[in-house]
């Protein structure tokens, strides 16, 4: 066992260079100016060699180079300084030859790669703390560094075991040591005064997944959920459990920014190229490290045999304590339900059942935030059994999978197609109009009706009943999942007890948020392009598909726009906490903004014009020229809401 107090008095203890504790001691006092900051790092020559190098690395991306500390502050930061000067410090720290060396330097790579999560995730999600991401990544195992200082000898069959078995590798310290690095990289941090947010960050990123959920589900904590990522993404590249911290990595970017698996292996992707150029800043060498691919298929394959272990004990348990009959049948319930959740159905390789059901939870977790509107649409081929009796099944599951193939090709990519069961396909379609919906019908049901399915070379008729729900989510939207799948299948079997091959689309919309709907689509930027005959809908659809937009919450972006004050945001978040309403519907009922304002707010949320003008742009639509002059039209299109919206549009 090793007694804390002695490793945090221990002279072996990492310690900070003058100049990282007076940049620290900078950062915390507002008054700080840029010069302050360049006193301080010049009188300290290698660490602004150091800095200097930094600046002109591939890292920043600097168009020209930077000679002067002078220069390097203002463009680095005062909080991008202090994190280079104190990372420059701890990497010397991590720097050992002889036994320990591997161990100082998974350390240190694992580190860098925090930060490097953090600071990609922050560029979306928290990007005026971006810099602030980085250095708390950074900082996150630091007590491993001072136990490796401290008490190598101890520590190192520590390391040892958990590099081969995996686990938990604080509860593995506690076991065997005592102490875990979690508990001294708390201390050390409080020792340097550190920021209590940071110390926050550190102490809950080896805790339980749900516990992790429960703390961070408020919104308002974009940068701590950033860390909580960040910490998982490290445990994914450098730790032996990387088919854990891979399910912990997705649990916590769908739950916090409703990131689907597409999604998270873009960020992975992106941040394992990042990784590199932030070695290079720190002469760390990440050669060894595995691709994105390779890592998702190392952690998934991990998955798979952790779940066939499990299998394995629990179906060994159960046929010690029951029956072999009664064991069968539990092994049997235990594989329908592997089945389950597997997300694609063999036959169509569309989504299933299960994988839709989650999929309009989140949607509707999301669109209830933002006002979007979203509906179910249900399809069911006519007469199918028919169909198989009379060409037999062989036909049926060709009649099935071309029917499915159909569908993907009459949806845009945010929109998800699913088998739902049998000859039944459902459809999640993200910010449909009622028209919209109406139209995309019309337009499956036409699709199915042409094509040629043909037997013997003979054309066989196939046709397919159709019925779709809308809503607009509230903000606590209860059981709409079921109400809308509900809604929607009984307007499809309206469709069947009528004739069939024809739709019926049925709203859940009330009168007053329909009207809000239709408010914040003729604000919307496309709309107002289409309307004025400058791009036909196809392509303005087109350029939508590649513009990812960085959502901003309603309370920021009217903040930004003028729209409200603090004080105000402050009142309406008192008055929803009352009401339970959305923030926009609220601060219309405070009389601190118009509908018609509130409508230019949620169009702008969910279609920034500018990103969309420069889509435009980047895919040869549009003039640079021509879409400065639009936004230009628009902005004047928008002024009857009475607010400045040039800072976005």
């Keep these: ?278 070695g290079h800043l720190f002469s760390v060498s990440f050669d060894e490290l595995s691709t994105s691919v390779d890592l998702m298929a190392e952690a998934s394959e991990q998955l798979a045999r952790m779940a066939v272990r499990e299998h394995m004990a629990s179906t060994r348990v159960e046929m010690q304590r029951d029956a072999v009959e009664h064991a069968k049948q539990e092994l049997e319930t235990k594989n329908l339900e592997l089945q389950e959740r597997v997300i694609r159905d063999p036959l169509t390789r569309l989504y299933n059942r299960a994988f839709f059901a989650e999929a309009l939870n989140a949607a509707i977790s999301g669109a209830s935030r933002s006002a979007g509107l979203l509906a179910v649409l249900f399809s069911d081929i006519d007469r199918f059994k028919r169909l198989n009796d009379k060409y037999g099944h062989q036909f049926g599951d060709a009649v099935l999978a071309t029917v499915a193939r159909i569908h993907t090709e009459a949806l845009r990519r945010s929109d998800v197609v699913a088998r739902y069961g049998g000859e039944e396909f459902v459809v999640l379609v993200h910010q449909p109009s009622e028209k919209g919906l109406q139209k995309l019908a019309g337009r499956l049901r036409e699709a199915v009706e042409q094509h040629e399915f043909l037997f013997d070379g003979n054309r066989v008729p196939v046709t397919i009943s159709i019925g779709a729900a809308i809503a607009l989510p509230e903000r606590e939207p209860g059981d709409l999942a079921l109400r809308l799948v509900a809604a929607a299948d009984e307007a499809m079997y309206e469709s069947k007890n009528n004739g069939r091959n024809q739709f019926h689309v049925r709203s859940l919309i009330a009168n007053k948020d329909r009207r809000l709907a239709q408010l914040i689509a003729q604000k919307r930027f496309s709309r107002w392009l289409v309307q004025n005959d400058i791009l036909d809908i196809p392509t303005i659809s087109r350029a939508l598909l590649e513009t990812s937009p960085e959502r901003l919450r309603v309370g920021s972006l009217a903040q930004l726009l003028g729209m409200l004050t603090p004080s105000q945001i402050e009142d309406v978040r008192r008055k929803q906490r009352e009401t339970s309403e959305r923030f926009g519907s609220c601060a219309v009922a405070c009389g601190f903004i118009t509908e018609d304002q509130l409508a230019v707010l949620l169009a702008i949320q969910a279609e920034p014009p500018n990103l969309l003008a420069r889509t435009l742009t980047t895919l040869g639509l549009l003039e640079k020229g021509r879409a400065d002059e639009l936004l230009s039209q628009y902005r004047q299109f928008l002024s009857d809401a009475h607010t400045n919206v040039a800072a976005l549009v």
């Design 1 to 278: 066992m090793i007694d804390p107090k002695k490793i945090l008095a221990s002279s072996q203890l990492p310690t900070l260079p003058s100049v990282a504790m007076k940049l620290l001691e900078l950062a915390r006092d507002p008054e700080t100016d840029f010069k302050d900051v360049i006193d301080v790092v010049k009188s300290d020559p290698a660490i602004t060699t150091k800095i200097l190098k930094a600046a002109n690395s591939s890292f920043f991306g600097f168009k020209s180079p930077v000679t002067s500390i002078e220069r390097a502050v203002p463009l680095l930061g005062t909080t991008v300084v202090t994190t280079l000067a104190l990372s420059f410090s701890l990497v010397d720290a991590a720097m050992a030859s002889g036994p320990l060396a591997e161990h100082y330097s998974a350390y240190w790579k694992q580190s860098i790669v925090q930060a490097v999560a953090a600071e990609v995730l922050a560029e979306h999600y928290a990007k005026t703390l971006s810099s602030d991401c980085f250095l708390t990544g950074l900082l996150l195992d630091l007590g491993r560094l001072a136990i490796l200082k401290t008490s190598s000898q101890e520590y190192l069959p520590v390391l040892v075991d958990w590099q081969s078995q995996g686990g938990s590798l604080p509860e593995l310290e506690l076991t065997r040591l005592g102490v875990d690095h979690v508990g001294i990289g708390i201390e050390l941090m409080r020792k340097w005064k550190l920021p209590e947010k940071l110390i926050e960050a550190v102490a809950r990123h080896h805790r339980p997944t749900e516990q992790v959920l429960t703390e961070l589900a408020d919104e308002d904590t974009s940068g701590d959920r950033v860390i909580a990522i960040a910490a998982a993404v490290g445990d994914y590249y450098c730790t032996p459990d990387k088919g854990a911290a891979l399910a912990r990595t997705e649990q916590f970017t769908l739950a916090f920014f409703q990131m689907e698996r597409p999604a998270v292996e873009e960020y992975l992707t992106k941040t394992r190229e990042r990784i590199d150029r932030a």
